[in-house]
């Protein structure tokens, strides 16, 4: 009836506005998260960690900046190029950077990866291989530092060991049973249209996965970047807390470096910041070192973790640069002369930028903005976890 598919049919705008309100809720959680230290602990151990950060920390940590976002770009390029996208070093490099900034400056810490999906998708024509490109280049990292939290912390003492070893057993049981029902649901329901459709987008998605992760030519230089950006991530939150004043050995920080890592990877955050801290103090507390060693640590390793990103707005100013000199730039003959019309001709670029005057001055205005999602040139322009 057409009342009751009125009253079923979900409004235009709903998924938008859902989507907008879990990304509020998110910078939420992370704000009341600090909020909840900063009352329990105080401003002190914020002002200490960053009165300790000075010349040759900041330059140490550009430097493992650079690795790791270079491994990162050649991820990302090498996972694109099994999606069949061309994607070279150079501007995945450029556009990781400015991802990265994105993340650590704005709400959420995933929106310079979603501009750079899009961006890559939009210029490389194909909006859903770009995205999945993207996607994927991040699971692929996920999926390393989940392996190395689950042996790091099923083997080395940490705050949780006893507690890993206990519900290991049981998560793996309950992941198997969950599976279990899911086929066997699968196995005795008649396909449906949505049913259909639902198991068309799983089968591109693993054969994309395929493709782009686990194809011959591509599975050991994923690997091999995702452990050294892992790698790299590990010795900042060590030189975080060597500068925040903690002498704890590595074999006692990795393993609190890795809850860090993990409690980062949860939407809850303000660019980054929020789970981290948290954990990251209650590790460090259950650990004997200190909740305020540990908040300092957390607070010094995000100030590091921007100062590694700050090459993006080089990245952005650049490309804004560029897009208003492209448009705004005469064309030249190849001599380098500006070439001339016939004294009482009109030329035909004066008809066309009359007839498209009002068109190219809203598409100027909106390239002018750093965070367009035009493409420029052909190129890919695409904007921690891992």
Known sequence: MPGAVRRN??????????????????????????????WRMGTGVFLEGLRRIDAPTLLTALGIGLVTTVFSAWRWALVARGLRIRLPLGPAVADYYRA??????????????????VRHGRSAGDLGRGVRAVVLERVAGQVVLTGVAVAVLLTMESPVLAGARHLAPL????????????????????????????????RATLRDAR?????????????????VVL?????????????????????VLTPLAVLALLAMGLPLNVGGWGPREGVTAWAFGAAG???????GVAVVYGVLSLVASLPGVAVLVVRW???????????????????????????????SSEKHAPKESARLASSSF???AEPSEGRPMTPESV
């Open 9 to 38: 049919a979900a409004p235009v705008g709903d998924q938008p506005r859902r989507r907008a309100l879990r990304t509020h809720l998110g910078t939420l959680a992370g704000v009341v998260i600090l909020a909840v230290l900063l």
């Open 100 to 117: 990265l900034f994105l993340n650590a400056a704005l709400p959420g810490g995933v929106l310079g990866d979603v501009h750079r999906a």
């Open 171 to 202: 998560v793996g049981m309950a992941v198997l049973g969950a599976l279990a029902v899911v086929l066997a649901l699968r196995m005795n329901r008649a396909p449906s249209r949505e049913g259909r459709a639902a198991a068309g987008v799983l």
């Open 211 to 227: 493709e782009g992760l686990l194809s011959r030519r591509n599975l050991p230089g994923v690997a091999v970047s995702s452990v």
């Open 231 to 251: 790698a790299g991530h590990l010795a900042m939150f060590v030189l975080a807390a060597r500068v925040a004043g903690s002498g704890a050995s590595v074999a």
């Open 289 to 295: 070192l200190g909740a305020g060693t540990g908040l």
């Open 321 to 351: 640069c560029e897009g208003l000199r492209g448009r705004s730039a005469p064309h030249r003959a190849p001599d380098g002369h500006y070439p001339r019309s016939p004294p009482g001709a009109v030329a035909v670029s004066d008809v």
């Open 370 to 372: 750093p965070f367009s």
